[in-house]
């Protein structure tokens, strides 16, 4: 299978205006709804991301594409997670979300280039039954130092067609019932293309809220086709909460979790190791694998069991 890429949407920004007067639907409903009945985005093009990793010879060949997949996605999650954070920071200092809370509905990153380095957040809100953005803030992480362009839309923009999807889309699975490792959870959603199939992927993160607690579990990710014939993919990173306590570790010192839903490491993985700034290793069905600096590399078969 190919590896599904981002659709940057800043080339779709002017192509989806004509979207957004598109009828909408209800936001229970979005993960049993046709292409069809959300909005018309057969107009965009395909753009395949150029984000790419090197993978470790160490990895056995039936599952370098699902490493791949992991390193490339595991490194954009964490220039997402980061842009957002820059851009609340932002748009907090000026004030802007003050006049905004009553109506704002949260945030959409959006990857803008294919290094993944430029990001557009926007922040969104309900402007009766539409969906605008009453702000967006520009990241540019390419630099040493971030550079950071925020504006305010006065009045709100309306949101294109794709990330009036992307709203229901988020909006819709953070209501459903999954394992909660948070008070507070951050939202990834964005559209992959697959072999020319168009997807919604939102993944759910956990926050870390206490800065010697590290979440490690409760990390999900659902996969929705925009097309008929597949349904929603969900998967959980892992079956029950793991938290990893610092205070007890050395600062470089790593540490080691067990995965059952997967042969090999996920792009969650790649994205606490590189958040956290910390090694750790994963043990699986496949073997034992360590995780560090956005790498993922395989150690050793899995042992007998006597």
């Known amino acids: ?15 989806l205006t004509a979207c957004a007067a598109s ?20 107009d ?120 009036e999807v992307l709203t229901y889309a988020r909006i819709a699975f953070s209501k459903k019932e999954w394992l909660r490792c948070a008070d507070t959870y951050n939202p990834s959603t964005q559209v992959f293309v697959d072999e020319g199939r168009k997807y919604v992927v939102v993944r759910m993160l956990p926050a870390q809220l206490k800065p010697d607690h590290l ?8 996969k929705i086709p925009m097309f008929e014939g597949e349904s929603v993919d969900h998967f959980a990173q892992t079956s029950s909460c793991i938290d990893i306590d610092t205070s007890a570790l050395d600062t470089n010192e790593s540490f080691g979790m067990t995965l059952t839903t997967t042969s090999a490491p996920t792009e969650f993985d790649v994205f606490t190791s590189l958040s956290y700034r910390r090694p750790h290793y994963v043990i699986t069905d496949a073997g034992s694998w360590l995780v560090e600096n956005g790498k993922i590399r395989w150690l050793s078969e899995p042992k007998e069991t006597p």
């Open 1 to 15: 299978m190919a590896i599904p890429y981002r659709l940057p949407l800043g080339a779709c920004f002017l192509m």
């Open 23 to 42: 009828p909408s639907v209800p936001l229970v409903d979005i993960e049993n709804t046709s292409k069809s009945d959300v909005h018309d985005t057969s």
């Open 44 to 163: 965009t093009d395909d753009v395949a991301v150029t984000l790419t990793t090197a993978i470790d010879v160490s990895v056995p060949p039936p599952y370098r594409k699902q490493v791949e997949y992991a390193q490339i996605e595991g490194l954009s999650l964490f220039r997402e997670d980061r842009a957002a954070w820059l851009a609340t920071d932002a748009v907090v200092a000026a004030g802007i979300v003050d006049r905004h809370r009553s109506m704002a509905t949260g945030w959409l990153a959006q990857q803008q280039d294919a290094d993944g380095r430029i990001w557009n957040v926007a922040f969104t809100a309900k402007d009766g039954e539409q969906g605008v953005a009453y702000a967006d803030v520009h990241v540019d992480l390419a630099a040493s130092e971030p550079i950071i362009s925020t504006q305010e839309n006065t009045p709100p923009r309306r949101l294109s067609g794709w990330e």
């Open 215 to 222: 979440p490690m579990g409760g990390f999900h990710r659902f």
